[in-house]
């Protein structure tokens, strides 16, 4: 025998979801958030700053020209 599911009204709130676990999304980034790691420094990890066609660092200098990283 088939059974009918449970017919709600127009006015009754909607069922309440699981709240998500909040610990779990500290954890991990989404992906759009996570930091390309060639926008980084390879000698001291601060983040390269675009300078025209390079990427600079601003604390030790070193730099990547548009053809190192195209």
């Not at 699981?18 to 790691?37: G, H, I, M, T, V």
Request: glycine residues 2%.
């Amino acid at each position: 025998m088939l059974r009918m599911p449970a017919v709600t009204s127009l006015n009754s709130p909607p069922p309440r979801l699981p709240e998500k676990d909040s610990s779990r999304e500290r954890l991990s980034a989404p992906p759009d958030r996570q930091e390309d790691p060639s926008q980084f420094c390879p000698q001291c990890g601060l983040k390269l700053q675009p300078d025209h066609c390079k990427l600079r660092c601003p604390q030790c200098g070193y730099y990547m020209s548009c053809s190192d990283y195209y």
